[in-house]
């Protein structure tokens, strides 16, 4: 039983740990992947199309690891573009997802896999919810545009930060024609 149990973990961490995109989340991931799309596009039956892998130069935009990016299709048209990235909290990283729409405005934010047992309280859609509309990073610093939550004293200033340079990112690969 013991050793049922230790590769059962085994799987579960490596299932967890590798780089993911929007094709290789598990069914659960996946099914709130595809309602935050219905829910910001008024859609369903949206294409995931990732974009190749580019030299991001992460280097310009702190707070953001693993980054994949996938251009939303729906009946042959692009509706928006889909920004996978994960952020550091205490000790861990925790992998979100951010929907742009086609002017890369933030339309929906969605933790998909948090891993630390501190600081989840950022999971919360009330919570999250304070970064739809805005543009290129403008109006996304933390206790000031974005409030703090109880609970979350490092995830929060992180998953801020992260947002905030990805929606630089967006922007800057929206403007040099890379999406």
Excluded: C
């Amino acid at each position: 039983m013991n050793k049922i149990f230790r590769v059962l973990l085994i799987v579960f961490i490596v299932s967890f740990s590798v780089d993911l995109n929007a094709k290789n989340y598990p069914k659960p991931i996946q099914k709130r992947i595809d309602k935050a799309v219905k829910t910001a596009f008024g859609t369903e039956g949206v294409k995931f199309v990732d974009l190749p892998e580019v030299s991001y130069d992460l280097d310009n935009f702190p707070g953001i690891e693993k980054v994949s990016i996938s251009k939303l299709m729906n009946e042959g048209n692009a509706i928006g573009t889909a920004g996978f990235a994960s952020s550091k909290g205490k000790n861990d990283l925790f992998d979100y997802l951010v929907l742009f729409d086609e002017s890369m405005t933030i339309k929906k934010v969605v933790i998909l896999v948090y891993r630390s047992s501190y600081g989840g309280e950022i999971m919360a859609k009330y919570w999250l919810k304070q970064f739809e509309g805005k543009h290129n990073g403008e109006q996304l610093e933390f206790n000031k545009d974005i409030d703090s939550i109880s609970g979350a004293t490092i995830s929060a200033p992180a998953i801020t930060t992260g947002i905030k340079s990805l929606s630089l990112l967006m922007v800057h690969l929206k403007e040099t024609g890379k999406i």
